[in-house]
T-cell receptor
Framework: GQNIDQPTEMTATEGAIVQINCTYQ??????LFWYQQHAGEAPTFLSY????GLEEKGRFSSFLSRSKGYSYLLLKELQMKDSASYLC???????????FGTGTRLQVFP | KAGVTQTPRYLIKTRGQQVTLSCSPI?????VSWYQQTPGQGLQFLFE???????NKGNFPGRFSGRQFSNSRSEMNVSTLELGDSALYLC?????????????FGPGTRLTVL
């Protein structure tokens, strides 16, 4: 079957670091995406991992372990504007569909 | 470069009616995907079009259909609307289909079925 799990909600403090985890089970794997979605807005692309390891992009980093079916998104030096939903999505190699998790709603407090 | 545009932005319909939503991808993008987003289910894949052909389809009933035109613009149609069809419908475009291609999302069409 196909399943993507992420925590429903997380809270953090401005300036802190937060890690949002994503575990997946798909019949095949061909890449993992992270998207950010502010309330009432469209999702925007954050990162893409297809090989194991860490991809760093400014304050955001994304990690992938294909053997564990696991990824995380790391947000450093949190800002109030980082309050949003973070969506994990996996490209299933067998069906070629992009499967989304239900998203993690992050609230950043001052 | 203009982003993905979707029309209309908001729509109110009653049960049994049908609706057509439109999506214009980023210039040069040939792949268009449609998603349904609801609070409980997250983003659910509807279908993907590439070069006027449906290349992939999600697990939705036949009431949901779509098409893509030669200019890559896409429409989706929902017939015999049900209350459960109330959702945000998002369209996303990418240069080509599949693999690691980044999808750019439009602002969505908020459909309310009464």
């Amino acid at each position: 079957g196909q399943n993507i799990d992420q925590p429903t909600e997380m809270t953090a403090t401005e300036g802190a670091i937060v890690q949002i985890n994503c575990t997946y089970q798909t019949s095949g794997f061909n890449g993992l995406f992270w998207y950010q979605q502010h309330a009432g807005e469209a999702p925007t692309f954050l990162s893409y991992n297809v090989l194991d390891g860490l991809e760093e992009k400014g304050r955001f980093s994304s990690f992938l372990s294909r053997s564990k079916g696991y990824s995380y998104l790391l947000l450093k030096e949190l800002q109030m504007k980082d309050s949003a939903s973070y969506l994990c999505a996996v490209r299933d190699r067998d069906t070629d569909k992009l499967i989304f998790g239900t998203g993690t709603r992050l609230q950043v407090f001052p | 470069k203009a982003g993905v545009t979707q029309t209309p932005r908001y729509l109110i319909k009653t049960r049994g009616q049908q609706v057509t939503l439109s999506c214009s991808p980023i210039s040069g993008h040939r792949s268009v995907s449609w998603y349904q987003q609801t609070p409980g289910q997250g983003l659910q894949f509807l279908f993907e079009y590439f070069s006027e052909t449906q290349r992939n389809k999600g697990n939705f009933p036949g009431r949901f259909s779509g098409r893509q035109f030669s200019n890559s613009r896409s429409e989706m149609n929902v017939s015999t609307l049900e209350l459960g069809d109330s959702a945000l419908y998002l369209c996303a475009s990418s240069l080509i289909a599949g693999e690691g291609n980044e999808q750019f999302f439009g602002p969505g069409t908020r459909l309310t079925v009464l």
